[in-house]
Each structure stands twice: as structure tokens, then as C-alpha cells.
């Protein structure tokens, strides 16, 4: 880190001093970083990035008015033209009446141990590993190449301090391994990927991936589309994760803030099946978008965002909640670079009842990939439509493999159309979301 925690709390009074002494109120987020990026091609190291960041993001509020500015020197002649920036911006600013700096005087920090372990791997074994990725890959049956593939490990550090004397830390680690194969048998190819992350480098195994990877690309590699008609679907956890971050933002309270979102006024309303509840939750150690606090220094908590199918609320930050005249959910969202917005932690479904015999009983599709997802989506309206690939199933056994479909529907109609939910939840392999298997029934298939 280009800082240590102690030297930027220094830096930060400094900062927050002087907006005070013009008379203003502040907050400073300053981001901190340290990656590894390694990428291998045909038996070679093909990248090998170290880099090292830190930035300093400021947020003013004078008379009402909001000015941001930003900083990545942190000179004491760098952090007062930042502070003089941030004043600046703010005088062309238009009143914003609901935004304030937190009265939170908190002192908040992650338990390093836990999120930010360390390990001895050394820098030739990542390598190693990276070699090995692409190689076994390479070598297995069919395959022509491995075009994308990479290693990773990551260090992050968020700090949080206000005029009002809050200061919030936290630091976290992600290691992570992803490779895609293309595989080729006369006149038809296919490519499929997949990852693994971790929070310690031995935790990542190669051969596992490399396993994986080869399935899933060589059994998908004969696909034919299937007739156009409606079909019960079961989306595998990757994808259902995808499609319910793609419209996760029915639950912003900035959209409905800014009237564009359809969900505004529905709070306490049914909005999908009895069964379906879906939480925000921050504090589930095993996901890597655990969150102590969020980017005002806001502690975060469990949020039922669905509850046995009514929407049980929106996410806020200290602006939008006080528009709607409640409390902050903690979840705001900003970068150093931007402005105040709101967003989801991760995403956690809760368990149905429904075993394997029930929730793969008689004729489904599997899906295990889409793509087009941000241009095939409307979050305003949930109309959807993807390209798709995956599996005619039978009894919850794979039939024939199906490409070259497109999947289509609306998503607020597909919660309400929900024919069973399954009873053992599972991460997606990038650890942002916990959901069991649901089984969406009469959805739209073009072959």
C-alpha cells in the first residue's frame, strides 16, 4: 500500500480541517490497492502485471451544495487543491436538499485475519500456476486453444473519514483463477470458461479448473437449438446470479428517487411468489462482497429486500433515505472519482423446500450461459431477451445439449412464476451471491 492506515488518518484530518475551516462539511474516502495479473499463451508467461494504487476521493457540502474532487498525489500541496476543487465544484452545484455528511463519530474496521489473510506462495508459484492453467487446458481432448485465461491476486483498502470525526476501514484479499477453452471437432467449435476465487492462493486448484473447464466446453460443443415454444427453466448458478444483478436495481432507492424506478411505490406490496424471499447480506464472511460499512461510513446490516414475496424494501444512502423519510439501509455506493449512488452488497436467496426430484421433475432447460445480458435487459420495464446456451434435461438428467437460442421474458413476471424453489443454496464461483436452484416456469424459447 502506497500508505499506511495511521499516516492517511493524519492526512485525512488535514483534509477534513480545512473544508471545515471554510466552512464546510466533508467526507474522504481514500482506496488503496495492490494486484498481481498474470496471463499465459501457448506455454508462456504473456503478462505480468504488478501494480499499486491509492486515491483520494473528497465530497464537500457547503450551504448545500455538493462538490466533489479527487486526488492520486497525496503531497499536502495535491490534497489542498483537491479540498479548493471540491469548494469550487460545489459553488456551481445546485441545492441538493437531502444530501448531508454523516453524524456518525464510529470508529469501524474488518478483521484482517479473516478477510485479508496471507499466505507463503511465493511469486514463481503463481507463475507456475499460470503456466500449468493454460498448458494442462491446452493439452486436453479437442481443444484448440485456451484464448482467455488468468491469475490473479488482489489486495483492496477502503478508508472512510468524515468532519464529524467517523473513521471506518477495511481491508480484503481475492485470489483469483479463470480460463476459457475453445474446443474444435470438424466443422464445430464452442468455447465455455469458468473461475475459481479464494481468499489464500493454495485454496485455488488448478486441476480442478482444468477439469471443469474441458466439461463444460466439450459437452456443450454439439448443441443444436431447440423448437420455439415456452419452457420450464432452471438457470445454473452462474446465470441466475447474472440475471438477478442485471435488475437488481428494482430495488434502488436512488431510481425511485429519481422516478425511474417501477418498484417506488410497491413497498409492502406482493410483488412475486409467497415462497421467494431475497436478501441483502453484507455479513456472510464466505462471500467476497462482504461489507462492515458502506461509502458514507454507514454500518450495513442483514436487509430483507423480498419477503415471502412482498417487497419488504428499497436500499438507500443518507440522501435518498431522507427523501423518503426514513433510515439509511447502508448501502451507498460511491468511488473517489464519483458521486453518491446506491447499491447491493450480495445477494442471498433464501432455501425453499423443494429437493432435486421435485425441482428437476419431468422436462426443464438448463442454462449455463447467456449472453447480451446488459443490452438484452430493460430494468425499467423487466423485459428481457438473451442469447443462451445449456441443456434439454429430463428428470434432472442432461439430455441434449441446446446453442444458439434466445431466452426471453419479463423479470417481474418471472417472480411470479416460479414452480419451485430448491433447499441447498450455493455461491456463484465469483462468491457474490448465495441462492439455492429456482425452477421459472412457462418462459419464452426461440430455436
Not at 452545484?93 to 511465493?122: G, H, Q, Y
Request: aromatic share 6%.
Amino acid at each position: 500500500m502506497s500508505a499506511q492506515p495511521n499516516d492517511n488518518q493524519q492526512l485525512a484530518e488535514r483534509v477534513l480541517s480545512k473544508v471545515q475551516s471554510e466552512g464546510a462539511s466533508g467526507d474522504l474516502i481514500i482506496d488503496a490497492g495492490e494486484s498481481l495479473s498474470l496471463k499465459a499463451r501457448d506455454g508462456e508467461l504473456e503478462e505480468y502485471k504488478v501494480t499499486s494504487s491509492q486515491i483520494f476521493g473528497l465530497r464537500v457540502i457547503k450551504d448545500g451544495r455538493v462538490g466533489t474532487a479527487y486526488s492520486e498525489a497525496s503531497d499536502s500541496d495535491a490534497l489542498e487543491s483537491m479540498v479548493e476543487q471540491a469548494l469550487i465544484n460545489a459553488s456551481f452545484a445546485r441545492v441538493e436538499e437531502f444530501e448531508k455528511i454523516s453524524k456518525s463519530d464510529d470508529t469501524l474496521a474488518t478483521d484482517n485475519a479473516l478477510l485479508c489473510p496471507t499466505d507463503a506462495v511465493s511469486i514463481d508459484e503463481k507463475i507456475q500456476f499460470s503456466l500449468d492453467l493454460e498448458r494442462k487446458l491446452a493439452s486436453m481432448d479437442k481443444v484448440k486453444n485456451v484464448p482467455y485465461n488468468g491469475v490473479q491476486d488482489v489486495t483492496g483498502q477502503r478508508q472512510v473519514f468524515t468532519s464529524n470525526g467517523l473513521n471506518a476501514q477495511s481491508k480484503s484479499r481475492t485470489c483469483l483463477s479463470f480460463a476459457y477453452a475453445l474446443v474444435e471437432e470438424d466443422d464445430v467449435n464452442a468455447m465455455e470458461g469458468l473461475g475459481q476465487a479464494a481468499r489464500t492462493f493454495p485454496s485455488l486448484d488448478v486441476d480442478a479448473l482444468v477439469k471443469q473447464v474441458h466439461l463444460n466446453t466439450l459437452s456443450i460443443l454439439h448443441g443444436k437449438p431447440v423448437p420455439s415454444k415456452h419452457y420450464d427453466v432452471i438457470f445454473n448458478a452462474e446465470t441466475q446470479a447474472e440475471v438477478f444483478h442485471v435488475f437488481a436495481s428494482m430495488f434502488s432507492g436512488k431510481s425511485a428517487k429519481d422516478g425511474v424506478n417501477p418498484m417506488r411505490d410497491k413497498v409492502g406490496e406482493a410483488i412475486a411468489d409467497p415462497r421467494l424471499t431475497i436478501l441483502d447480506n453484507p455479513s456472510l464472511t464466505d462471500g467476497f462482497g462482504y461489507a462492515l460499512f458502506d461509502a458514507e461510513g454507514t454500518a450495513t446490516d442483514k436487509l430483507a429486500l423480498i419477503n415471502q414475496g412482498n417487497l419488504a424494501s428499497l436500499i438507500h444512502n443518507s440522501a435518498t433515505a431522507a427523501y423518503f423519510d426514513t433510515h439509511s439501509t447502508g448501502h451507498a455506493s460511491r468511488g473517489p472519482k464519483s458521486t453518491l449512488g446506491v447499491g447491493v452488497h450480495q445477494l442471498e436467496i433464501l432455501a425453499g423446500t423443494d429437493g432435486d426430484s421435485s425441482l428437476k421433475a419431468g422436462t426443464y432447460l438448463e442454462l449455463v450461459n447467456l449472453t447480451g445480458l446488459h443490452s438484452g435487459a430493460n430494468p425499467l420495464s423487466g423485459n428481457f431477451s438473451f442469447g443462451a446456451s445449456g441443456y434439454l434435461c429430463k428428470d434432472g438428467i442432461r439430455g441434449q445439449a441446446i446453442r444458439g437460442i434466445t431466452v426471453a421474458g419479463n423479470f417481474f413476471d418471472m417472480l411470479n412464476k416460479i414452480a419451485a424453489i430448491g433447499d441447498a443454496p450455493v455461491w456463484d464461483w465469483e462468491h457474490s451471491s448465495l441462492m439455492p436452484s429456482i425452477r421459472f416456469s412457462d418462459l419464452a424459447i426461440s430455436g
